[in-house]
């Protein structure tokens, strides 16, 4: 049993809690290059005040849970780049720092009543991610459990001795990458995870088992502090939250993209960002999403909009 479950005392004391949104987006509009394979980890080298003034502005929206430029980030992905391991693990704890200072400061300035004192989630994203190559939406690696647990470890290991509150493993496309994951955790056992899945339709993850499924395996999981999906169209979202709502006790967490669709073949973005995300963050906490925010292609504003809409009547 997991000693230390965050989600579950601020949903003690809150109807609903209200992510972040997407870090890649903002930090291209600071004017960061991101065509790297570490993604916006690779600003931890040699921007990192720009990871913490996004992390700032987020708290500054109404979001209660950081998540850390993390994602893509991994020792072997470090190492690649001529990065001793000992370095590589300092970058990973770095991404915690950052958030944990914006944190900092925004409280010292402007702490609010009616308001949870914010969470920092460490980003552990799937290993697809570390390819570069689409795989988080499509999952089936073709790799053995021993091999994914011995990439996952040394990533949680450092975001846990960073002092990540919880850690958010997110975009996870096959159901044997989220059982490894789950074991990892077990050698940490004072640390608590939400569990997001990538998906091929509103019920079904990108390698196409089913989100019932999914499901079930994680409720068995006590670490597993709640389940959803990410980094998904916002279409699939309210057939995802019935779905898992009636799979699973776990409190259920979503945050789409903005409405656009992702091409991860070409790597580009099409159709409209027409999607009113307060609105549609009101109809999912009514079927029964407790943690929402946004992914890619979301920002300030849509966090801003989420915290009026949910939180504005307190």
């Avoid at 072997?76 to 990065?83: H, S, T």
């Avoid at 990540?164 to 059982?179: G, K």
């Amino acid at each position: 049993m997991v000693k230390v479950n965050p989600i579950e005392q601020l949903l003690d004391q809150f109807d609903t809690l209200i992510l972040d949104g997407a870090l890649a987006t903002e930090l291209e509009k600071l004017d960061c290059d991101l065509e790297d394979p570490l993604w916006s980890a690779r600003v931890l080298l040699d921007e990192p005040e720009k990871i913490r003034k996004v992390h700032y502005a987020y708290f500054e929206a109404g979001a209660d849970i950081a998540i850390t430029a993390s994602y893509q980030a991994s020792i072997d992905g470090f190492k690649k780049r001529g990065i001793s391991e000992a370095d590589a693990r300092a970058l990973m704890k770095k991404t915690v720092e950052l958030a944990q200072q914006a944190r900092e400061d925004y409280w010292m300035e402007k702490k609010e009543a009616f308001r949870p004192y914010p969470l920092i989630a460490g980003s552990v994203g799937p290993y697809g991610a570390y390819l570069a190559d689409g795989s988080e939406y499509i999952g089936n690696y073709g790799v053995s459990d021993s091999f994914l647990y011995e990439f996952h470890k040394p990533r949680i290991e450092a975001l846990v001795e960073a002092g990540a509150d919880l850690l958010a493993v997110e975009t996870i496309p096959s159901l044997q990458e989220a059982r490894v994951i789950c074991d990892v955790l077990k050698e940490f056992p004072d640390i608590s995870a939400w569990m997001t899945f990538s998906l091929r339709d509103a019920v079904h993850i990108s390698e196409g088992t089913s989100l019932k499924e999914c499901a079930e395996v994680l409720n068995a999981c006590s670490q597993i502090a709640a389940v959803g999906v990410n980094c998904v169209t916002t279409e699939f979202v309210s057939d995802a939250v019935q779905a898992l709502h009636a799979s699973t006790q776990k409190p259920i967490i979503i945050y789409p993209n903005s409405g656009e669709h992702y091409n991860p073949e070409t790597k580009t973005w099409n159709g409209d960002n027409d999607v009113h995300m307060d609105a549609a963050a009101a109809d999912w906490a009514k079927k029964g999403a407790k943690i929402i925010g946004g992914c890619c292609r979301t920002g300030p504003e849509d966090i801003r909009g989420i915290h009026k809409i949910l939180r504005g009547n307190q």
